[in-house]
């Protein structure tokens, strides 16, 4: 019985954290790892990416410490924004350091990947975590809201690209792809 009762009290919250963690992974982590490939064509960052390329497996793992140790020290900051009544510079500064870390690690993964698949216990735990990944996307997919959500998400994301790519008419969108075709030229020198 309390068992039981124990998973009706904990599901609800654990279903949030399981939506949130797979749209961010469905949306973000892609959007993020073309965005900063586009920034290692840049000389100074592609230099840097092809040391981390030729580091050893264990010397790559390690770097996958550094966004975490970048990240801590602003969510703490944002910790202590939202504790003194900053929320607004709070939420913003946390969702900030998540989208650069976010970022930071998909670019690391796919920068080391090659040299950690050596390692076979790497290569059992990418298997492990890619199968519990497709069994909680099969759990999740059962759920109308869920699939709403994405769908909508995923029309929002189309929408702002929609924006980018000309489409969009207006001063916001003028502006917005300005600053696209400003940031695309200084990586494409």
């Known amino acids: 019985m309390q068992a ?5 009290l904990l599901s609800p919250p654990l279903v949030v954290v399981a939506v ?3 749209l961010v992974e469905e ?3 892609g959007w993020l790892a073309r965005l900063t490939a586009a920034l290692g064509r840049w000389a ?4 840097i990416e092809a040391a981390i390329q030729r580091l050893p497996p264990y010397l790559a793992i390690l770097l996958f410490v550094v966004p975490w140790a970048i990240i801590l020290p602003v969510k703490l900051m944002a910790l202590w924004l939202l504790a ?5 510079g709070g939420i913003a500064l946390f969702a900030g350091g998540e989208l650069f870390g976010v970022g930071f690690l998909a670019r690391i993964y796919v920068l080391c990947r090659p040299a950690l698949a050596t390692l076979a216990w790497f290569v059992r735990l990418e298997g492990w975590v890619r199968a519990a990944s497709a069994w909680a996307h099969a759990r999740l997919d059962r759920i109308a809201l869920w699939r709403r959500t994405r769908e909508r998400l995923h029309a929002a994301v189309a929408g702002w690209y929609d924006v980018v790519r000309r489409r969009g008419h ?3 969108a003028a502006r917005l792809r300005a600053a696209h075709r400003l940031v695309r030229a200084q990586f494409l020198r």
């Open 4 to 8: 039981r009762r124990l998973k009706t």
């Open 20 to 22: 949130f963690v797979f």
């Open 27 to 29: 949306v973000l982590w």
């Open 44 to 47: 100074p960052v592609a230099r």
């Open 84 to 88: 003194t009544g900053h929320a607004a």
């Open 170 to 172: 207006g001063w916001f």
